[in-house]
């Protein structure tokens, strides 16, 4: 059995020195929703009214969370961290690790064992101890100091931390290792040295069934397709996201151009703010069957964030009562809209009462036309009803959530300061 082990990581080695001679033509890795069918925590039992709900409370406590002023902080989300996954392979000999992949968070961070404090993950822990490319990062290395909150551990090692709005939390050491990927464009293994990671000894609160951690894809110093991208000469990546419900599995794309070629492509600049972490852009207006409507002339600059680990859009909101009032105004008085919807929806009808549901686009700064989304991306069922799939925040910021982004190619070009959006089957 020893020799056997020995022999599969021989394997994995050897794949992983073949495919560092292939030409660099990108990383593109599989990608499917933590409730897909596919995932390893699918869970049947809960029937799709029950899960669109917990998604839509999900989706107002993550946008209520976001830290967008108080640097003392680490900027991160609440419960949902990741609803889509990716797997990755840590350290030399590899552990495979499936995590939250989530542009809304930059640290990318593993429960690891001894683990005084953990959640309960189905896989057994990362150690460190087992891999010889794994290195503590010194507290006075500026990477330490790219942290919202770090100190210095009894051997002047980086300790990070991570607080999450609803007391969740990891604490732990930061550190290098090799992160290794089955990248599915060449069919092999392929390895990234010296990627600076958290291993988590103290990790606790609502993270099940998010993986066994997260992956941080924002846009700040730590993030992976900031660590990695220098690697490609492109710090771009792009993600075509299924239904949750899907039994087919997509990719997350790194270093290439995926929008060649395709139409009504949709591309706007990214705004620079803080905190870095999040994708930020200018939203103008938004329209019903073409009848626009703008937000307040003084927050339009930066005022809503593309967020994969949102599920449900989640609007500022002004804007979202004036979208909710036009499209009962364009739908007509003869179809009365629910007076009691189910919280925390603010929009239904009863299913079948109204044959066709108005056409939602979103105008982005600088772009040649709106972002047309189809008539599933907005309106679901749920029960006997049919719901707006879009809520109301006080936080001061919208998001643009994945239930938007479904069937959509999504490209974040870190280098151009660019998101850009075009209609795609996700195959």
């Avoid at 503590?136 to 290395?141: D, F, G, N, V, Y």
């Avoid at 999504?410 to 998101?419: A, G, I, N, Q, R």
Wanted: net charge neutral; hydrophobic share 35%.
């Amino acid at each position: 059995m020893h020799g056997f082990v020995y022999f599969a990581i021989i394997l994995f080695q050897l794949s992983i020195s073949s495919s560092s001679s292939e030409p660099n033509n990108g990383l593109s890795v599989d990608l499917f929703h933590r409730n897909s069918p596919l995932s390893p925590y699918y869970n049947p039992s809960m029937n799709h009214s029950d899960y669109i709900i917990n998604a839509a409370f999900r989706s107002i406590s993550r946008v209520n969370s976001f830290n967008f002023t108080n640097k003392a902080a680490q900027t991160i989300a609440t419960e949902s961290r990741g609803e889509y996954l990716m797997q990755i392979f840590i350290g030399t000999p590899p552990k495979k690790v499936i995590a939250g992949a989530d542009t809304g968070s930059d640290l990318t961070w593993i429960q690891c064992f001894p683990c005084k404090e953990c959640y309960f993950q189905n896989y057994p822990l990362f150690n460190p101890a087992n891999s010889y490319t794994h290195h503590l990062i010194p507290c006075e290395k500026i990477t330490c100091k790219y942290l919202f909150i770090h100190s210095c551990g009894i051997a002047a090692e980086c300790l990070y931390g991570v607080e999450y709005a609803d007391n969740s939390y990891s604490k732990g050491t930061l550190s290098t290792d090799t992160v290794s990927f089955n990248n599915t464009y060449i069919g092999k293994i392929v390895n990234y040295p010296n990627i600076v990671l958290g291993c988590g000894y103290h990790n606790n609160g609502l993270f099940s069934p998010t993986g066994e951690g997260v992956i941080g894809l924002g846009g700040g110093p730590l993030s992976l397709i900031t660590q990695i991208g220098y690697k490609f000469g492109k710090r771009k990546f792009s993600y075509c996201l299924p239904p949750y419900n899907s039994k087919g599995i997509s990719q997350i794309k790194f270093g290439v151009d995926t929008q060649k070629n395709r139409r009504n492509v949709v591309t706007t600049p990214l705004v620079p703010k803080f905190p870095s972490t999040f994708y930020y852009a200018s939203l103008e207006g938004i329209s019903v069957n073409g009848r626009m409507f703008k937000p307040m002339a003084n927050e339009t600059i930066g005022n809503i964030v593309i967020d994969s680990g949102t599920s449900l859009s989640v609007l500022e909101f002004d804007l979202f009562y004036k979208l909710k009032a036009l499209i009962i105004q364009t739908i007509g008085k003869e179809h009365v809209p629910l007076r009691n919807p189910p919280e925390p929806f603010e929009l239904c009808y009863r299913y079948g009462s109204v044959e066709y549901f108005p056409r939602i686009s979103f105008h982005f700064f600088a772009a040649d036309y709106g972002l047309d989304f189809s008539e599933a991306n907005v309106f679901g069922k749920l029960g006997n009803l049919m719901c707006l799939w879009m809520l109301s925040t006080t936080s001061g910021h919208s998001v643009l959530g994945n239930y938007q982004q479904v069937y959509f190619n999504v490209e974040y070009d870190l280098d151009k300061s660019t998101v850009s959006f075009a209609p795609s089957d996700c195959k």
